[in-house]
């Protein structure tokens, strides 16, 4: 097993995989949250 946090389907770090600033990431975040919501409410 690897030691750490890492992504389950590549088994590659979390830190590595993202390059993006942090506007993006949190705008994904919110688009993500805001898919599931939308999903399980409608």
Not at 6 to 14: F, K, Q, V, Y
């Amino acid at each position: 097993m690897m030691a750490g946090k890492t992504r389950m389907c590549t088994m590659t770090p979390l830190r590595s995989a993202s390059n993006d600033p942090a506007e993006k990431r949190e705008a994904a975040l919110r688009m993500g949250v805001n898919l599931a919501v939308y999903a399980l409410t409608h």
